[in-house]
């Protein structure tokens, strides 16, 4: 089942290490199927060099197992609460990219300083609260998600505006309209926490971007004024924020 | 039309990659015919490993694009803006690269400390205003241009002699005699960069280089008493500044 | 002689340059038959692209050779040490991996500040003390170990828990169940110095996690109640440390 | 003539863009035949994947070409007044290699922290003081040997026991008994300074190696009672200095 949305979430979990965000196998992809309300996702622990399409797991929008002789990843909770709260993602991508840990270690966003971030990133990426030890030992891969949402709430943040955000003392997370999309966010997150953390050496002022200049990158890319890459207008449902 | 020239821009674009100046589609190269007056760069948006010599666009000097099925690079009017206001140069180039990206968002110029430096620019290399909301709204490519020439032009700047600016907020652009040159300035810079952030670091003192030393490398390299390479006074139109 | 373990240790030591945890001949890796009481070591100063798994050494636990052309590693004496000291570990290695030795040489602990380290150190890997001159002179490598131990002993750390330790001014030490496994502690360990070091730069608050993630991390991979991967409860030895 | 030297000399250099110590042309290595005072180094600006042994030139102890095709090294004067001075050496590196950079643009010694340090330099690694006006007009690169051999001079340094030294504002020279043992040290310097650099990131104590640990490093390695590797007592003129 599910061959098609198999592929592109084995493709994109192989991204992973190519573009230099996991080590060993700390990180994982999965891909939603909106019609079915099923996702794949990695199986857990199984290094990257072995991996197959049909190693991948089938699971519910109740977190339950649909097909796979594998176990799915530890942290199928937290995309089972992604995927419920964010209706309008297609993929989600975890990793311990370093970059991005260093700052979820200090329990700070990353601000959005540059114009690199501004292309992907319509705000800071939040650092969602750390979870309580309640939290923790309740269920915590499925509250890992559910910081995050609450941050995003709390925040009036637009998931599909600001595509990820770390979780505290843990790392990020990422999505995006499919998972290859999610992929390509983790990675510019990644980019972006390094660049940030050397400007933050350089200078004490705050140089976080103005909102106009947040707005021109982010709508040179998105939205139907689009006019970067061949599509223009590519997605559409990205109308001008106000 | 300018099949030369657009294998000369299309293997700068190339070398992008390999000098691990890019992420993504993060960048762009152009090079310049002054005879005719057309310049031939990058599409936007096209990823490195699909790029083909015949996908390059050619633009003429007020930005209109003459040739080629697939849009030219977003930033086209920073380049047609230069070519027009630096009319000696052959090839432009700017990229994300993340060391100069950091100076850049802090709004610092990288500072000429030692003489890797001092081989290639012959000055701090200027990080240039950021731009206004107006500027922004009214033609934000086309003043990227403009705020690196003025900024030249208000620090008496010799765009020969100091071949990159930063933009605020943004990034690195660097030029040259050729496309080649301008994307070996772009590593020089990124590598510098990275140097200096460094320095930075681990001294408060001011360790700009004397003048007297700035003069040394750079004339050792440049201008009709060169004598580093094998082509001695290979650059014969830099005549020694005072 | 223990020619699977030699297998094992040859393909332990062969990780080390993949996984960029050496420069040139900095590191060596060991691993122990327990029913024999003899263990396999790397040899002294041999090239990893020209070292042979008949190369190795063979030692006992008094630190005497007792098969192998060449000599022994230099930091044997360390080895031996751990391996009487330390009763159920079976592999050991030795490297000046860069991030660990920058903490190393600040005398600092590494710090528990994010989950990645806490997937593998159930505490903060300590900075054992620095040697004395008296116990250079004597016997500097295999009072190498007994710093080690001394220093687990006195904070009351278990060794299985918390595989692997700095000393102060020289570099880190990793073990565990196998010299694969002591490899894989010896890449996290650099992973996690690289992360630490970032986030103490960034925020001078306290950031070390709270005891209830440490567990939670800890025991989602060890003892009884781990699930994270393939084989759940796989480290039955591992029981919940109260 | 000298077939042997220059196959030496060529590989040598071809080490540099192994070992990542050179970007572009920046870096240059010679070796010296002391019987017939003349020592080969290469060409000015030739890339390292076009350079071929015969295009390596031989200069006498003068710093004249004797032969070859090529201009030689714009460095040539330096290497030529090292040689002259230290009479021992069989091999000199100059790099830019971006760490060493860093710490000779702040004017600042590599101090010895660690052990790494201590295995192959027995003394903080000097910054030698920067030219002078003076100095740069009148013979730029055989006064940057000159400000080298005097503060080895002035500091009472042994230029076996520290095998290389910082320019200020420029860069690193490496040398030793022969074209790929100073090859060699370079890289030890440049992964010691980038180890150094994060570890004064992390304290404000001064953690300088006691003289005890650096004759104990130095010691196992060099001089009659050595013990690392399978040469031991390998180069018996290092006599242990007090």
Known sequence: ?????????????????????VTFTWGNVSGI????????IKPSGVDYDKLQPEDLVVVDLTGKVVEGKLNPSSDTPTHTYL???????????????????????????IPALNTTHADTFYTDVPAADALTKEEIEEDYEGNTGKTIVRTFNERHLDYEATPGSLVSQHGPFCWGETPAKA????????VVAEEDYHTLQLTRSDSHLPQYLLDKHYYRK???????????????????RK
Chains 1, 2, 3, 4 share one sequence.
């Open 1 to 21: 089942m599910l061959e098609q949305l198999k592929k592109e979430v084995y493709e994109a979990n192989m991204q992973l290490p190519k573009l230099d965000l």
């Open 33 to 40: 199927d909106r019609d079915q309300g099923l996702f794949v």
């Open 83 to 109: 995927y419920n709260h964010f209706p309008k993602i297609g993929g989600i991508v975890h990793t311990h990219s370093p970059w991005a840990v260093a700052f979820a270690a200090a329990k700070m966003d």
């Open 183 to 190: 992929v390509y966010n983790a990675k510019v997150l990644e």
């Open 222 to 240: 998105h939205g139907e004024n689009a006019y970067y890459g061949q599509n223009n207008a590519q997605s559409k449902t990205h109308a001008k």
